[in-house]
């Protein structure tokens, strides 16, 4: 079992662009959640899908998007790209029952410039 | 609002030292407390949680909820103890985890 997988793992990109990141849960787990973490900091929630839909969001701006796909992948979309979004964004996984925690990815780390 | 703090953001322990990380909470109900813990270059994983009252790798933490902490404790450190480690809370099972800033723990050989 890969666990939870991420792509792409660094990403660099221009002030006001669009990007989308992706995540594979690991196998068995059926909800994935979203965080971004700054240099220096500890992991902020963003959102959580659970049967495709946003189950849960975190204190992030409208620009913030994400998507669960029907084999329980995920994708998070940031528009209009501020230098502030430059970030490690980590994807996480847990089973629906939520009594397993959570499994990480090792994340995407985004640069706006 | 529901707030975690880690007062330490480095911690230095001479090996076979005692060590304690501290963790300070503040949430209106009954939270979730866990500990993960990230070794350089792998992913952030879980330590432990309160719930389970196990001890993993010889840590341990008790929930404190007059004093509202959950301090992580090793009684003898080891070299490979030497990670980030976050202390976090969530409302229940997989809702959403609010973290600290996290402690960066150094074992001196």
């Known amino acids: 079992d890969a666990g939870v997988t991420q792509s792409p793992t660094h990403l660099i990109k221009t002030r006001g662009q669009q990007v989308t990141l992706r995540c594979s849960p690991k196998?068995?787990?059926?909800?994935v959640s979203w965080y971004q973490q700054a240099l220096g900091q500890g992991p902020q929630f963003i959102f959580q899908?659970?049967?495709?839909?946003?189950?849960q969001r975190g204190n992030f701006p409208d620009r913030f998007s994400g998507h669960q796909f029907p084999n329980y992948s995920s994708e998070l979309n940031v528009n209009a790209l501020l230098l502030g979004d430059s970030a490690l964004y980590l994807c996480?996984?847990?089973?629906?029952?939520?009594?397993?925690?959570?499994?990480f990815g090792s994340g995407t780390r985004l640069t706006v410039v | 609002a529901q707030r975690v703090t880690q007062p330490e953001k480095l911690l230095s322990v001479f090996k076979g030292a005692p060590v304690e990380l501290k963790c300070n909470y503040s949430?209106?109900?009954?939270?979730?407390l866990f500990w993960y813990v990230q070794y350089s270059r792998q992913r952030l994983q879980l330590l432990l949680r309160?719930?389970s009252r196990e001890s993993i790798k010889g840590f341990t933490a008790d929930l404190n909820k007059g004093e509202t902490s959950f301090h992580l404790k090793k009684p003898f450190a080891q070299e490979e103890d030497s990670a980030m480690y976050y202390c976090a809370l969530s409302n229940f099972g997989n809702e959403k985890l609010t973290f600290g800033t996290g402690t960066r723990l150094t074992i001196i050989p």
């Open positions: 309160h719930i």
């Open positions: 196998s068995g787990h059926d909800t």
């Open positions: 949430y209106s109900g009954s939270p979730e």
């Open positions: 899908y659970y049967e495709e839909e946003e189950r």
């Open positions: 996480a996984s847990s089973p629906g029952d939520r009594l397993g925690g959570y499994t």
